[in-house]
């Protein structure tokens, strides 16, 4: 007997098996039978490896129905048992076996097998069969048994041992290689997977250094197998990306992420890095706290916010701070303790309207933005040029005297009335209007100063543009705009909780008495203490900022309400006399609102008379014209206001159709004293006789000044020697006396 013989069985296996990971098992299989079946008295020892078992129903006891694998010895290879032994596996003997393991000895067959199973052994010449129990090892599952086909052996029970023995080993053998194959399967499908991840990903050791990453990263990070994290970012970043790591060490939560910009690349780039915990094995660059590192590049998004934040804090035309950026820093300065000077300019753009309307918004765009250039060279660098809105810019000076502020208010003025600016041929001239402003940190807000220049500015618009105003708040005309500010608040605040209320003044006829009282409507203004603010100071204000139509739209519409709610009163009265303002003559909203209104109150309209100044009537020609043709069909009247007050001229009375011309006060309070006025307001008079239009002379404080009105031919007076404006609520009579005879009116009951 060879030395190979006298080795137990086991070892010689156990050879076979070493170092055979990488061998197919249909390599090694045939080598572990042909071994077994030299060593043990029988033709063939075979090996069938069943799938593993799935879960059936209760009711199901069929075996695994998937094909097992077949091992035989090299020289039964061929040899009809394979398909006998993968035949047998259906038939009811094996399938019993198979669910309810147990050795069996097939011998002789008759005796054990039922009759269709002993005709297919007999088939293939099949004298003995030993079948062991199945063998489970983990997953792997076995059948081993051994075949006779010399005449009806009988197993021996040192033979069934050894087999037994040996089938155990081959079934750990095969387990502990299913497992490793497993595992080195799923390593390689998890390294697939890794690498085939659209993110960037890595492993990151407990030395903040990466020991494994996929394409992407290789391709995108700045960073190598072996290079410290910590290198991509700057050292600012440091201490934000070591805390994000260490909460995920520390297990206080299992993932976690930071935003980061890099260094090493060209422009602003952002990764958002999030660490998860990997696996626990040791890692080629050592350590065992390996976090699982995935980078998504966010530069994108902040590019989008930096771009909105551009867009809500800059302008898109010219490229400068808009107004909410320069009321932001405006309000940071007010908010620091030093005391530092900051000052503001307010800036606007003489006749620019102008330019539009002849050239085209994109003329006006152009010099926009050579202004914006223009204005960034002639301040200093730290000094902040915003673009306010429309042709409004701001210049904030901080850290520089009043001496300073006024030369570079004068530099600006000086340098931009000498800017040239050529549009198709067309040379537009161009001067700005200056308002300058000191910021008091005693404010409590920076509208305070922002309206302090705004008024200055308008103050240079008044005076005759191309020019700088310093505000101080001693300086009447200051004191004027800025009241006038104020006040278009309390305008808005008044419509919006019903604080105007309706006054009226008698105009007295001079000559012919018809009995009805022929009155002017006018309007007061409550402020929320219950204190009456001068219309003198809202109606101004009302007008520049763009108030007036919803003004005379409440005006008009209370008016009619009342006389809708006193129609006996309505109908006494003579005439009742409403102001329009040049704003809503120009409004073409206003104007077909009027229209409407006046349609739908047929009974009222034909006592109205609508007044409108002359400056209002030259600026607003084709607008007053129309007024006119809108009211004649419904029988109203209309008057000119403050004639003699504007322009000194009578020529373009022919272009207007109206019914009564009021004489200016300021012809009116000297008159008894002044040549000069009697002759003006003698002419006016001669001017209504022959243009078939009645006079009005307004500011009438005395019986004299009548009397000297009536002498020159005036049809109409109004004044405080007439009577004082009164509450349209305590109007008790629409009919009315002869003024001159008596001192005071006898129409009015109570105030006066």
């Known amino acids: 007997m060879s030395a190979a013989s006298t080795r137990p069985l086991a070892y010689e296996l156990a050879e076979i098996f070493e170092g055979s990971a990488k061998t197919p098992l249909d390599e090694i299989m045939p080598r572990v039978l042909a071994t077994i079946s030299s060593r043990l008295p029988c033709d063939c020892a075979f090996i069938l490896s069943l799938p593993k078992r799935r879960r059936l129903p209760s009711r199901q006891a069929s075996p695994d129905t998937q094909t097992p694998a077949l091992y035989l010895p090299p020289e039964f290879a061929s040899f009809p048992e394979r398909v006998l032994l993968y035949t047998l596996v259906k038939q009811p003997l094996f399938g019993s076996l198979i669910r309810h393991p147990r050795q069996i000895e097939l011998t002789?067959?008759?005796?054990?097998?039922?009759?269709e199973e002993r005709a297919l052994l007999r088939k293939f010449n099949l004298d003995s069969l030993l079948l062991l129990p199945l063998l489970t090892f983990g997953e792997t599952r076995l059948l081993v048994g051994a075949l006779d086909c010399s005449g009806g052996r009988y197993w021996h029970q040192d033979l069934v041992a050894e087999l037994r023995h040996n089938s155990g080993l081959i079934a750990a053998a095969l387990e502990f290689r299913r497992k490793d194959r497993a595992q080195k399967f799923s390593e390689d499908k998890y390294q697939g997977l890794f690498h085939q991840l659209p993110l960037a990903c890595a492993l990151v050791n407990d030395d903040n250094r990466l020991c494994l990453l996929n394409s992407v990263a290789m391709q995108n990070l700045p960073l190598e197998n072996g290079d410290d994290l910590l290198a991509m970012v700057r050292t600012e970043e440091h201490s934000m990306l070591l805390n994000t790591l260490r909460v995920v060490r520390e297990g206080v939560l299992t993932r976690s992420w930071c935003e980061l910009p890099l260094k090493t690349l060209r422009g602003p780039h952002w990764l958002k890095l999030s660490f998860s915990r990997g696996p626990g094995q040791k890692l080629a660059g050592g350590g065992n706290q390996s976090l699982l590192m995935m980078a998504e590049d966010v530069s994108e998004r902040y590019r989008l916010a930096d771009e909105l934040s551009f867009q809500?804090?800059?302008?898109?035309?010219?490229?400068?701070?808009?107004?909410?950026?320069?009321?932001?820093?405006?309000?940071?300065?007010?908010?620091?303790?030093?005391?530092?000077?900051?000052?503001?300019?307010?800036?606007d753009l003489d006749q620019f309207q102008v330019i539009n309307n002849i050239s085209g918004y994109q003329a006006g765009d152009r010099?926009?933005?050579?202004?914006?250039?223009?204005?960034?060279?002639?301040?200093?660098?730290?000094?902040?040029?915003?673009?306010?809105?429309?042709?409004?810019?701001?210049?904030?000076?901080?850290?520089?005297?009043?001496?300073?502020?006024?030369?570079?208010?004068?530099?600006?003025?000086?340098?931009?009335?000498?800017?040239?600016?050529?549009?198709e041929g067309r040379q537009h001239n161009v001067s700005v209007s200056i308002g300058l402003a000191c910021l008091n940190k005693q404010d409590i807000d920076i509208y305070n100063v922002v309206g302090q220049a705004d008024a200055a500015c308008h103050v240079v618009k008044d005076r005759g543009r191309n020019d700088w105003h310093l505000y101080?708040?001693?300086?009447?005309?200051?004191?004027?705009?800025?009241?006038?500010?104020?006040?278009?608040?309390?305008?808005?605040?008044?419509?919006?909780?019903?604080?105007?209320?309706?006054?009226?003044?008698?105009?007295?006829?001079?000559?012919?008495?018809?009995?009805?009282?022929h009155l002017e409507i006018l309007l007061r203004m409550q402020r929320p203490d219950g204190s009456l603010l001068s219309p003198g100071i809202f109606l101004p204000a009302a007008e520049r900022y763009n108030l007036a139509p919803r003004v005379d739209l409440w005006v008009v519409e209370h008016l009619l309400q009342w006389g809708t709610a006193h129609p006996t009163l309505w109908r006494e009265l003579s005439m009742v006399s409403v102001n329009l303002s040049a704003t809503s003559l120009g409004d073409p909203q206003f104007m077909d609102w009027l229209e409407m209104r006046l349609l739908a109150e047929p009974e009222l309209v034909d006592k109205l008379c609508f007044e409108i100044t002359e400056t209002a009537a030259l600026s607003q020609l084709q607008q007053a014209t129309r007024l006119?043709?809108?009211?004649?069909?419904?029988g109203c009247k209309l008057a000119l206001d403050d004639f003699g007050s504007g322009f000194s001229s009578f020529a373009y009375l022919k272009c207007l159709d109206v019914d009564f011309v009021k004489i200016d006060g300021q012809f009116v309070q000297n008159l008894c004293a002044n040549r000069a006025d009697q002759a003006i307001v003698s002419a006016i008079c001669q001017l209504g006789l022959d243009m078939e239009f009645e006079t009005i002379a307004e500011f009438v404080e005395s019986e004299s000044i009548g009397h000297q009105l009536r002498s020159l031919g005036v049809d109409y007076a109004q004044g405080y020697g007439i009577a004082a404006p009164a509450r349209l609520a305590t109007l008790v009579s629409g009919l009315s006396a002869p003024w001159l005879?008596?001192?005071?009116?006898?129409?009015?009951?109570?105030?006066?």
């Open 741 to 752: 005879p008596l001192r005071q009116s006898q129409y009015v009951s109570g105030e006066i």
């Open 472 to 517: 101080c708040d001693t300086d009447p005309q200051i004191h004027r705009r800025y009241t006038e500010m104020l006040a278009s608040v309390d305008i808005v605040s008044a419509l919006s909780e019903d604080r105007f209320e309706l006054y009226f003044q008698p105009i007295a006829p001079l000559h012919d008495y018809d009995g009805g009282l």
């Open 108 to 115: 002789p067959l008759s005796h054990y097998v039922a009759q």
């Open 367 to 423: 010099l926009l933005c050579q202004i914006a250039n223009r204005l960034k060279e002639l301040v200093r660098k730290e000094d902040l040029v915003a673009r306010l809105g429309g042709d409004e810019f701001g210049i904030l000076m901080c850290n520089s005297s009043l001496d300073t502020v006024k030369q570079a208010a004068e530099r600006i003025c000086r340098q931009l009335f000498k800017h040239d600016f050529n549009w």
């Open 312 to 347: 809500a804090n800059y302008d898109a035309l010219t490229g400068l701070p808009n107004r909410l950026h320069f009321e932001q820093v405006l309000s940071r300065l007010l908010k620091t303790k030093d005391n530092s000077q900051v000052s503001i300019a307010f800036i």
């Open 628 to 634: 006119i043709e809108l009211l004649r069909p419904l």
